[in-house]
């Protein structure tokens, strides 16, 4: 069956200018979540959803930084006013349920802010 | 609170060798703990995982126990392969359901 897709799957912009990214989870999976791997770096925690709601902001950078979800499938991270260092690898994952469900990762999106 | 501490790269073996990559962890609670590995050009996915205490993941040859007293999940494979050479992933998840993941340690098996 389908894997996690996110689009796009590379994507270069100039400092300053609005990005969104898109994540198309596994169908029926209720957990969403959004990590960024910096080069040399692990993964670090950015914002889950369980259906459409976001118990869970904290691990946002800043008020840049914003998520949605709708009908509990697709997931948008939107990133506003982009600096250098949000260049990254933007990684999207889903699981059937929360708890003790393991993640089902996208292959992400590369984005590189000039 | 909850974190990953896993052996810092890069680990460089020949084939056949034998591999241990050490991660431990802090945690409240009982966590449920993973290894993912992310081979080059993929995404993440999962190896293998363990739930309690004593626990033993395995896949494709490799395996990790889930040691309690020692806060630990060490992953390990008795012959490495060219094909295994990725960058693996320790990560536990903990009530309230957020996923911890280590730095990533990076395995290249030379023939």
Redesign the interface.
């Known amino acids: 069956g389908a894997g996690v897709s996110q689009s796009p799957s590379n994507k270069v912009t100039e400092k300053g200018k609005d990005v969104e990214l898109r994540c198309d989870p596994i169908s029926g999976h209720t957990a969403l979540y959004w990590y960024r791997q910096s080069l040399g770096q692990g993964l670090e925690f950015l914002i889950y959803f369980q259906g459409n709601s976001a118990p869970d902001k904290s691990g946002l950078p800043s008020d840049r930084f914003s998520a949605e979800r709708t009908g509990g499938s697709v997931s948008t991270l939107t990133i506003q006013r982009t600096q250098q260092e949000d260049s990254a690898v933007y990684l999207c994952a889903s699981s059937l349920v929360i708890g003790n469900s393991p993640l089902h990762f996208g292959n992400g999106t590369r984005l590189t802010v000039t | 609170g909850n974190s990953v501490t896993q052996m810092e790269g890069p680990v460089t073996l020949s084939e056949e060798a034998f591999l241990t990559i050490n991660c431990t962890y802090t945690a409240t609670g009982y966590p ?1 703990l ?1 290894w ?1 590995v992310q081979y080059p050009g ?5 190896l293998l ?1 363990a ?1 309690k205490a004593d626990d033993k993941g395995s896949n494709k040859g490799f395996e990790a126990t889930y040691r309690k007293e020692t806060t630990s999940f060490h992953l390990e494979k008795g012959s490495v392969q060219v094909s295994d050479s990725a960058v693996y ?1 320790c990560a536990l ?1 903990n ?10 340690t990076s395995l290249t098996v030379i023939p």
């Open positions: 449920s993973f993912y993929e995404g993440l996915q999962l995982k739930t992933f998840e009530t309230g359901n957020q996923f911890y993941f280590g730095t990533g």
